[in-house]
């Protein structure tokens, strides 16, 4: 089977089945063996998780993250990683997956999860992942599906009640609201000295350098709220339930056995058995609910959540009747609740929009700004009035929000004094804006109020993981704690260790400003860089913003080279762990470049062909570069299609190498210098790789293909000029442009001249006897050439 995505049909495929089974990172492996791809996720915090992986897998500039507030779009991305409401549905990939599809049963959301269900579809290949009791459901709605069982990798067991004083390391409590949340974190700092806080109000940024703590085992427990239990990963061997019910919002009401398992199920991490349990201030779990969680055996689900999507736009009237719409399957329950909708039915009854929503695109853009989620969840009539006065001024004027009204919204969240309580109602409230600012069309310099609502939210972030960290972490110690300053207001006499020199042997770094900054500020804005914000130099060494940061190390071949921070004592164990992450998907990235691209990864997949995987291999081997001799006998066996789908991704059959035509680009041959040095670990020779022919004996007996160079006799020709001047010398017309390289490479004659008769001979292979005759005597086209006597004729 070749690679082209039209000679595949698209299947449908979904693992259903417990947690921790591996379906996520199945589905991740599965699509990066295509070309592109896309996944939904259910939390904004579990996309950034993911987004993480990926990155470290294929670097950052073949990877984009979409969520309602966060976006980061490489010029080119081949992989979407996206919470199920942002996904674009409407950009053709070959594989889709959308996680936790069970979530089409829920009472808010999931309409969104249905219609992603029904609708949402890969070129070649589509995924479904979630928890057994979705099987019917997909059985009857997406018939052709294969329906596979997926099954838990470790054992969980129920071990009754436990006093916070009893709770094994690495545990986990979990309770139901913010201040219940708060209550514990203090009760086991005082028992335990220290504990890590997750729950879903906070920001990406917050929650990381929460998990990066518990992670690097700074501390021994994490007290969350059920956010832990979309798919997030963390070292878990004991889940420990605080409550035993939740307000969800419309009322207080107990988990039910299959959400107490979602949760559950977090313990026990990969073939690490976990068990789970209660508080001993509550009562034991009922048998059949500790041995259903056990067995992960539960009720089918029976109907799911459904919004009608032929939506009438034509007045607000029509657009509400037509989200009242009844299903017409009965497996469906339409949506009884939603805040758009609402907002909507709001709003439709105020005067001056009735007055303004009269057309198609008006109510269109009314239905857009009921959309804006209400992150505060405070009073429902305070939301209402801010989307009045949004659609108000968008359907006025020029049609934008006024400069002046945003900034009076947004300048009093500029603020990151306060404690927990009302950082958290801060950053609520600035993620309304951060959605609002990636809403392009609607502000006057969008890209400044993005920038600006993204800084104010890391910097409340920072502020409340201080805060968290001030309350909940009891160490004598704490570096993270610690200001980071300009190193020249405190110099280290006699110290000759490079981070010494910067300060960050004390912990002290400067900001972009000079500004005193925390560690984990340090650290996310590292994390948070693009790929531009990093200084790579010829030996591997990484610098960010002028600080030496790491250096890139030998690893077990050219595409793998491993990383070590400079001074890794330095760094608390969670903050390494990030910089560690981000500094491998810069890696990632310097590979890429130096394969001009080439998506090695997708195409060595086990759904291609063997000769289709063959020689993606042999090319990522070769950084994109390859003999013809290597790859003559692979190509040969590759149909049509395949050549073709190849071509588009930039590969070129060259008359002596089969090539990726960037990675013969100068900054991919750079970086191919770089990596082989690192390889050979030793400088590489001098003049490469910007000096186009370079005496054999430079290299010093390494392998000058290695390093981007062909030889040819007593010089090594540059593989770019080497295809350059077969290319002429096989044009009928190519004397001129010949003779412009060969003077521009500055050889001596005898050397030019042989550097022409090796040129000359059958591309790629041996020459035959006729032209080994010919050139003897320095006769046809090649000897023409080099005498300079007579201009090629051209061929038939």
């Given at each position: ?42 939390l ?148 335990r ?30 007290v ?75 009720p ?35 949506v ?15 005067p ?84 609002i ?39 004598a ?7 980071f ?13 490079p ?82 992450r ?62 073709e ?40 020779p ?40 077969s ?21 001596e ?11 000359g ?12 005759r ?23």
């Amino acid at each position: 089977m070749n690679s082209s995505p039209s000679s595949r049909p698209s299947v449908v495929v979904a693992e259903l089945g417990p947690t921790n089974t591996g379906k996520t990172h199945r589905a991740i492996e599965r699509m990066l063996e295509h070309d592109t791809g896309m996944i939904g996720l259910p939390l904004r915090l579990l996309a950034r998780e993911v987004y993480d992986r990926v990155t470290a897998r294929v670097g950052e500039g073949r990877v984009a993250l979409m969520t309602g507030e966060e976006k980061r779009l490489p010029p080119r991305p081949d992989y979407w990683i996206c919470t199920v409401e942002a996904m674009p549905t409407d950009r053709p990939v070959d594989f889709l997956a959308v996680d936790e599809i069970q979530l089409a049963a829920h009472r808010e959301r999931g309409h969104v999860f249905t219609d992603r269900l029904l609708h949402a579809r890969g070129l070649r290949e589509t995924w479904f992942l979630g928890a057994d009791t979705m099987r019917p459901m997909v059985q009857a709605l997406v018939p052709h599906a294969s329906v596979k069982r997926a099954t838990r990798l470790s054992q969980l067991r129920y071990s009754g009640r436990r006093s916070l004083k009893s709770l094994p390391p690495r545990s986990a409590v979990v309770a139901f609201s913010a201040d219940r949340v708060y209550e514990l974190a203090e009760a086991l700092r005082r028992l335990r000295g220290g504990v890590a806080v997750v729950l879903g109000a906070l920001s990406p940024r917050t929650r990381n350098a929460q998990v990066a703590m518990y992670q690097a085992g700074e501390v021994q427990y994490l007290v969350a709220t059920d956010a832990i239990g979309m798919g997030l990963n963390l070292d878990l061997n004991h889940v420990a339930f605080a409550a035993l019910s939740k307000f969800d919002g419309a009322e207080q009401r107990d988990l039910f056995p299959d959400e107490l398992a979602q949760i559950a199920g977090r313990a026990g991490r990969h073939l690490n058995d976990g068990s789970f349990g209660t508080l001993n201030t509550l009562p034991e779990l009922p048998p059949r609910v500790a041995s259903a969680i056990e067995s992960h055996r539960f009720p089918s689900v029976r109907s799911l959540i459904w919004r009608n999507a032929a939506l009438d736009f034509s007045s607000p009237e029509s657009l509400l009747d037509s989200l009242s719409r009844a299903p017409h399957h009965s497996s469906f329950v339409r949506v009884a609740r939603a805040d758009d909708f609402d907002a909507l039915r709001e709003l439709s009854h105020v005067p001056a929009i009735r007055e303004l929503a009269t057309d198609r695109a008006r109510v269109e853009l009314l239905w857009q700004v009921c959309q804006i989620p209400d992150f505060r969840k405070g009073l429902f009539g305070q939301h209402v009035a801010l989307l009045r006065e949004t659609f108000l001024q968008l359907s006025e004027g020029d049609g934008k929000l006024e400069q002046a009204w945003l900034a009076r919204q947004v300048s009093p969240l500029d603020d990151v004094s306060g404690d927990i309580h009302t950082l958290m109602d801060r950053l609520a409230a600035i993620r309304i804006w951060t959605y609002i600012s990636h809403r392009s069309s609607w502000l006057h310099d969008a890209e400044q109020w993005q920038e600006r609502t993204r800084r104010l939210e890391d910097a409340l972030g920072d502020a409340l993981h201080e805060r968290l960290v001030e309350r909940f972490v009891q160490r004598a110690e704490r570096r993270s704690a610690r200001r980071f300053v300009r190193a020249a207001a405190h110099p280290l006499p006699g110290s000759d260790s490079p981070f010494a020199r910067l300060g960050l042997l004390l912990g002290e770094v400067p900001g972009a400003d000079g500004a005193a900054v925390t560690e984990e500020q340090f650290v996310q804005r590292v994390v948070d860089a693009t790929h531009e914000a990093f200084q790579v130099d010829a030996s591997g060494s990484i610098s960010f913003e002028g600080q030496p940061l790491a250096r890139l190390v030998r690893g077990k071949d050219r595409r793998s080279p491993q990383l070590a921070l400079a001074e890794p004592e330095v760094w608390t164990g969670g903050a390494r762990r990030r910089l560690e992450r981000r500094l491998v998907a810069l890696a990632r990235d310097l590979v890429t470049e130096a394969m001009g691209g080439f998506p090695a990864e997708a195409l060595t997949g086990a759904g291609r062909s063997a000769a289709t995987r063959g020689l993606a291999y042999r090319l990522a081997e070769g950084l994109g570069v390859i003999s013809q001799g290597e790859a003559r006998e692979q190509w040969r066996l590759l149909d049509d299609e395949a050549r073709e789908h190849l071509r588009t991704l930039g590969v070129r059959e060259g008359q002596r190498f089969l090539y990726v035509a960037e990675a013969l680009a100068p900054p991919a041959l750079e970086r191919r210098c770089m990596l082989t040095a690192l390889l050979h670990q030793s400088p590489p020779p001098k003049g490469v790789p910007r000096e186009p022919a370079l005496d054999v004996a430079e290299f010093g007996g390494r392998a000058a293909r290695a390093f981007g160079y062909e030889v040819l006799g007593t010089v090594a020709l540059r593989i770019d000029v080497v295809e350059r001047l077969s290319e002429a010398l096989r044009h009928p017309h190519g004397a001129q442009q010949v003779h412009t390289l060969i003077q521009e490479l500055r050889l001596e004659s005898s050397v030019r001249t042989q550097v022409l008769r090796e040129l000359g001979g059958r591309s790629g292979g041996a020459p035959s006897k006729r032209r080994r005759r010919r050139r003897g005597r320095g006769g046809g086209r090649t000897g023409a050439l080099i005498t300079g006597v007579v201009r090629p004729r051209a061929r038939s």
